[in-house]
């Protein structure tokens, strides 16, 4: 996934597992290092019979190989592929124009890089990798970020990284260079941290058993007194109560539940209920334009919107309000012609936060936020009795859920924080009693 196969290890892994297997290969690889397309060359001359690629404009870097290159590359010999290289390429105009709305999301890497054979990241991995460094505060430290991400993946046993395999590396790797915490921290201080809610999953062993097995040292320290599954994790899934999330649903919804909304609320719990809350607050914005979507408009400029068939909206935006205290702004446009007035939130104000107590790093009753990021789950309540180890509150930042736990055994007296809630590093969630 991170494009490591080199043109020979191509050739030879190819090769060896036809002529052992007879079976038909597929060889998918990315082309961070820009060696990519000989990779796909070399294996199709050892008779690979499928390679993934991409339209030259979405190709090349942490995607996938030029398609036209290789089929460019291949005519004239006996394995030409069936491709018109003319229709191909008048894809790649199309997809051209489109990847422009996307270049704030680029990863950044301007040129092919034998960087990833040290750091080892994955294609997909490396292009979200970054905004996620920039979002929690580590953009000045993208450089360390790679090299703690090739340590953390030796540290857990040099792991086959796929998802989601890359986002336990990852999610450590952040985790330890937020709280500048070196491999020799994690054994000495273990006991105290609140690792991300990956790790200590892929510890437990619910992403299956890893090649080579668990760092045995790192295990006992991130599940503490939890013991790891001795099983296969699907094994201990209950059977799902589809009434009953149907049931469930349509409270939620406020409507009949589609198949497709119970798989997916099953299937994505917490994620599901997001989309949910935005489409109730925004509508379905899936009709809207792709540059309108990401950008809006400016002043004085008209768009239209189809919302169903038969049916369009043209917007114009008038003009945008001053800032007002509580962080809003009004905005002044026109819906077919008919002047509209709307407030809005403005999520780049700099507007008065609330300041939360701190938790003192002394006071064993004190549980403190161990990074920023949203309270995604309140597990307790005052009053409840609590064992050392069990998770009061989970807290997630870009995609990195935290696990935070009860420094000891005690009674809940009082909870500072619910759902939805922003902390800061070293905010005060539950205090003991």
Not at 34 to 59: F, K, Q, Y
Request: net charge negative; charged share 25%; glycine share 8%.
């Amino acid at each position: 996934m991170a494009g490591l196969c080199k043109p020979q290890a191509a050739y030879q892994l190819v090769k060896a597992l036809k002529e052992e297997t007879g079976l038909p290969v597929h060889f998918h690889t990315h082309d961070t290092a820009g060696s990519g397309v000989a990779s796909c060359l070399m294996a199709s001359e050892a008779g690979v019979d499928i390679v993934d690629l991409a339209l030259s404009s979405m190709a090349g870097l942490t995607a996938q190989p030029s398609l036209e290159a290789v089929v460019a590359a291949l005519q004239g010999t006996e394995r030409e592929p069936q491709v018109d290289l003319n229709y191909a390429m008048a894809m790649a105009n199309y997809w051209e124009r489109v990847r422009e709305f996307y270049a704030p999301f680029e990863s950044g890497l301007k040129g092919p890089t034998g960087e990833v054979y040290i750091h080892e990241i994955p294609g997909g991995q490396y292009s979200n990798l970054k905004p996620r460094a920039v979002e929690l505060g580590l953009g000045d430290r993208w450089e360390e970020l790679k090299a703690m991400y090739a340590k953390v993946n030796q540290i857990l046993g040099d792991l086959i990284k796929v998802t989601p395999s890359s986002k336990v590396v990852a999610d450590l790797a952040i985790f330890m260079l937020k709280n500048d915490l070196t491999e020799e921290d994690l054994y000495q201080r273990g006991e105290s941290l609140s690792f991300p809610q990956s790790v200590v999953d892929f510890f437990k062993g619910m992403m299956g058993q890893p090649y080579g097995g668990f760092n045995e040292k790192l295990q006992r320290v991130v599940l503490k007194r939890e013991k790891p599954l001795a099983c296969r994790p699907g094994e201990l899934l209950p059977p799902e109560d589809f009434e009953a999330k149907r049931t469930e649903l349509r409270e939620l919804l406020g409507r009949e539940p589609t198949n497709r909304d119970i798989l997916s609320a099953l299937l994505y719990p917490g994620v599901y209920e997001d989309f949910v809350d935005h489409q109730k607050t925004y509508s379905d914005t899936s009709v809207m334009k792709t540059p309108l979507f990401l950008y809006g408009l400016e002043i004085g400029q008209e768009d239209s919107v189809d919302i169903e068939e038969g049916k369009t909206l043209v917007i114009k935006l008038n003009a945008v309000g001053e800032l007002l205290k509580d962080g809003t702004r009004v905005v002044h446009f026109e819906l077919n012609g008919q002047p509209r007035e709307v407030r809005v939130k403005d999520l780049s104000a700099q507007v008065e936060e609330i300041q939360r107590p701190k938790a003192e790093p002394s006071n064993p009753h004190h549980v403190g936020a161990p990074m920023p990021g949203k309270v995604v789950k309140v597990l307790v309540n005052p009053g409840d009795k609590v064992k050392k180890g069990d998770t009061v509150v989970v807290v997630e930042a870009m995609k990195v859920e935290t696990a935070v736990m009860a420094p000891q055994k005690g009674k809940v007296k009082d909870v500072l924080v619910t759902r939805g809630d922003a902390v800061e590093s070293g905010d005060l969630l539950v205090v003991l009693e």
